[in-house]
Structures are given as C-alpha cells and as structure tokens.
C-alpha cells in the first residue's frame, strides 16, 4: 500500500468528504423516491382493489379501499406537497370515495 505523508492524507480526506457528502444525499434521495413509489404502487393497489369490489356492488369493501387509497395519498402529499401526481391521486381517491358512499346508501335505502 502506497503510504502518504501526514500532510497528504489530510488533504485527501477534505478532498473525498464531498464526494461522500455528494453520495450520501445521493441514497437519501434514492430512498425517498422509493418510498414515494411504495407509496404509489400502495394507492394504485387500494384502488383497483376498491374497483373491484365496487363492480360486484360490495359497497362497504369498496369503502374500504379508496379510504386506504386517500390515506396513501394523503401521506404522499405530506412528503411531497408539490408533486402533481399525488395531488391528482388525492383527487381521484375523494371521487371514488364519495361516490362510493353514495352507492352504498341508495342501495341501503332500496
């Protein structure tokens, strides 16, 4: 191994701090986008899932899953308040919701 002198190493290590501060933000933001990922793949799963019960006309299940896919949404704005995607997904899930709930209490009340 090639031995620097004392001086040498010093500057090395103020030389390869950066790129390690550079690599370290760089796997923070990996991780983020991953979790907003995991965040979407949760919301798009509730929704069909909530889909399809709601074409079976099991409206309480339906319920169940688009309130599961608000919360993700929800959850995705607080980490990423600009981020158009989860603000339309936000909006998606509100409709699905309501009208949802209106299904299941027109067909309560027949």
């Known amino acids: 191994m090639l031995r620097l002198p004392r001086l040498n190493?010093?500057?090395?290590?103020?030389?390869?701090?950066?790129?390690?501060?550079?690599?370290?933000q760089v796997s923070k933001?990996?991780?983020?986008?991953?979790s907003l990922?995991?965040?979407l793949e949760r919301w798009e799963y509730a929704t069909c899932k909530g889909s399809e019960c709601y074409?079976?006309?099991?409206?309480?299940?339906a319920i169940m899953y688009f309130e599961v896919?608000?919360?993700?949404?929800?959850?995705?704005?607080?980490?990423?308040s600009n981020c158009k995607t989860f603000l339309r997904?936000?909006?998606?899930?509100?409709?699905n919701l309501a009208h949802a709930l209106t299904s299941y209490k027109k067909n309560k009340h027949e």
């Not at 190493?9 to 690599?23: G, Y």
């Not at 933001?29 to 991953?34: D, E, P, R, S, V």
């Open 37 to 39: 990922q995991e965040m």
């Open 89 to 95: 997904y936000y909006t998606l899930a509100n409709m």
């Open 55 to 61: 074409q079976r006309h099991d409206f309480r299940s």
């Open 9 to 24: 190493r010093f500057f090395t290590l103020l030389w390869a701090a950066p790129q390690n501060t550079q690599k370290l």
């Open 29 to 34: 933001q990996l991780a983020a986008k991953k």
């Open 69 to 80: 896919a608000l919360s993700n949404a929800q959850d995705g704005l607080k980490q990423n």
